[in-house]
């Protein structure tokens, strides 16, 4: 089997309508993980996020802040960027729809739908609130007094119609379904492409794509009294990162189509089928994975401004640890479910997972290195059959690992990393070194040896989710940056080599008000 060329991964862009929430830290944390996962095991990988800055959120966020769109944008986008670098994102791009670069990619779609035929004009109606410039839908509405009715915002809304351009996607919904039948992993989880599958077959209507009402948008190439209308907008990022429309281009030649797109559970349908669509009528080629990861909650309710209970990224890496955040979202959420979020489910993964069986495992071993052996790694004698055990089972992970992680279950990947943990939390308690050091010197450094070799092996796995500690870790493992990648996995350490001094790498979270963890 050859190795893949290149592996291109992205987030879906989000709504820069506020400051970023902790579902767009979630989607981040993930797609960083699997793309250092990638890159880490040699892949040649690109990873792009981003913002939405179009759309009637937008514009109606716009309007109660008494601002421009643009405006709202331009002050917004910037804590998105910020909330990757703070999270340790190794995104390769940052996309805003704004930017030119997008636009033209956006109108040269446009114009090759319209050329195939694809794109027609006709009306749309709808509940159209002037004060908001936005259209709700009627289970949104409510009744006023006055017979007249009114959007959540409060603003009374009337029904309208206008002119606006249709894409034909009613016309592809067999080759959908023969998309989804061919490549039943097009769709992950099993869950939502059952959903999308199951709607698709109900038959699909043709989708609005274009707005005279809202001039924020791309305007339509031919006719700009209208903006293009959400959709074919906001998809289009994914191949405008790499080089859209210069189809010519190496980025684009060598990175599309993309691996795997990573958003949420609520915009699955949109990706599974107006993406798709619109790209075979651009004779573009499809993505070859949507994964539609679940949502937050806050102690399992769902959070919101009004309620008051939504988690601030900055707050919590502040509070918690950026490594210590990644790994909580990572490990205790089944990457494709919801998951939930408190106070005490954090503690409990710092302190138990990193804190006591990472952290407390590489201090004790370290440390005996340091005061009985010099401080450097020790010569080890034959290797018992408990030795080889868990030597094996270190040697094991990637392989395990990797499977899981091309089907996005990181924290599966994860569990493998934390079970060889555990068992050589097992084996170390049972080996004794400690006294070992007495009645059996040598056979001591064979167990610190073993030890911290596991610890490296770890270490490098682990890097990809807690990539800071993993980093301290293998400082402290005297291991050179050249030999951190997954190909390292099969050196050893050396006998002999000095070790820098040891200190904690994930320390106990210990709350302040209780003075106890
Ligand atoms: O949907 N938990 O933007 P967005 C987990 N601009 N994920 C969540 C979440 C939560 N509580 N809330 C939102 C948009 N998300 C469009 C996307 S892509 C071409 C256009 C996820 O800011 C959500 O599912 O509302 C989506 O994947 C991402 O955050 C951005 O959401």
Request: aromatic share 10%; glycine share 8%; charged share 25%.
């Amino acid at each position: 089997m050859t190795a893949p060329k290149a592996f291109y991964i992205t987030t879906a862009i989000s709504y820069p309508n506020g400051p970023p929430h902790i579902g767009h830290a979630y989607e981040a944390i993930a797609t960083d993980i699997l793309a250092r996962f990638k890159r880490l095991d040699g892949v040649d990988t690109y990873f792009l996020t981003g913002v939405d800055d179009h759309g009637q959120k937008m514009v109606q966020t716009a309007k109660e802040r008494g601002v421009s769109p643009q405006e709202l944008a331009d002050e917004m986008a910037p804590l998105f960027k910020k909330m990757c670098a703070v999270l340790n994102i190794s995104n390769d791009d940052f996309i805003r729809t704004s930017e030119p670069r997008h636009i033209l990619a956006a109108q040269t779609l446009w114009e090759k739908l319209a050329a195939k035929g694809d794109i027609y004009l006709d009306k749309y109606a709808g509940w159209y609130s002037v004060r908001d410039e936005a259209y709700y839908g009627e289970d949104e509405l409510s009744d006023g007094d006055d017979g007249k009715k009114y959007a959540p915002t409060g603003t009374p809304v009337e029904w309208i119609e206008e002119e606006s351009y249709f894409f034909r996607l009613s016309a592809y919904a067999d080759r959908l379904l023969e998309l989804y039948e061919k490549h039943p992993d097009f769709i992950l989880p099993e869950t939502r492409r059952n959903e999308v599958v199951a709607f698709v077959k109900r038959g699909l209507n043709d989708l609005s794509i274009s707005r005279t009402k809202i001039d924020w948008g791309v305007p339509v190439p031919g006719d700009p009294k209208h903006v293009m209308y959400v959709w074919v907008d906001a998809l289009t990022n994914y191949i405008t990162g790499v080089g859209y429309p210069n189809v010519e281009s190496a980025s684009f030649k060598h990175y599309w189509p993309a691996d795997v797109h990573i958003i949420g559970k609520d915009i699955v349908r949109f990706h599974a089928m107006i993406w798709p669509a619109l790209l075979m009528a651009a004779e573009v080629d499809l993505p070859k994975r949507i994964y539609g990861h679940g949502f937050l909650f806050n102690r399992g309710e769902k959070m919101s401004k009004s309620v008051g209970n939504v988690i601030d990224p900055f707050t919590i890496t502040q509070t918690y640890g950026v490594d210590q955040i990644r790994y909580f979202f990572a490990r205790e959420v089944p990457f494709g479910q919801d998951g939930s979020y408190s106070h005490e489910t954090v503690v409990n993964r710092i302190n138990a997972d990193l804190a006591n069986d990472l952290g407390n495992l590489a201090q004790r071993s370290l440390s005996m290195i340091a005061k009985n052996l010099e401080g450097k790694v020790p010569e080890p004698g034959a290797l018992t059959d408990e030795d080889k055990a868990i030597l094996d089972q270190a040697g094991a992970m990637l392989d395990a690992a990797r499977v899981h992680m091309d089907g996005q279950q990181i924290h599966q990947a994860l569990g493998v990393i934390w079970d060889t943990v555990a068992e050589a939390n097992r084996y170390f308690a049972g080996q004794e070194p400690w006294a070992l050091k007495k009645t059996d010197p040598a056979r001591m450094g064979t167990v610190l040896y073993v030890t911290a070799e596991v610890i490296r092996r770890v270490a490098i796995l682990a890097q990809p989710v807690v990539p800071s500690g993993a980093a301290k870790l293998l400082d402290l493992l005297a291991v050179l940056p050249e030999a951190r990648s997954f190909a390292s996995l099969e050196d050893k350490l050396v006998p002999g080599t000095a070790l820098p001094a040891p200190s904690g790498v994930f320390p106990r979270f210990v709350d302040e008000e209780k003075g106890q963890a």
